[in-house]
């Protein structure tokens, strides 16, 4: 949700999925969309940018997070 927040304009969205490699009709009603950003964030960019995405950033999920935590107690 932050990172779609970040891309306020539709056309910074547009360039940033189209540089992401996805096709452009995924990209087009991506970017046009007029759903809240936790609504993207749940249901359409859950397929968009997949976990290994998060990971190339060195960023990790909460479900992940959580189960390290777990493991360790």
Partial sequence: MCLWKQWKKRRTKYRNLIK???PNWLV???ANTRKAY???AGDSLNSVL???YWANLNLMS???RYCDIRSTL
């Fill in 38 to 40: 936790w609504h993207i």
């Fill in 62 to 64: 909460l479900t992940n």
């Fill in 50 to 52: 997949p976990n290994a």
């Fill in 20 to 22: 992401l490699g996805f």
């Fill in 28 to 30: 087009f009603s991506l």
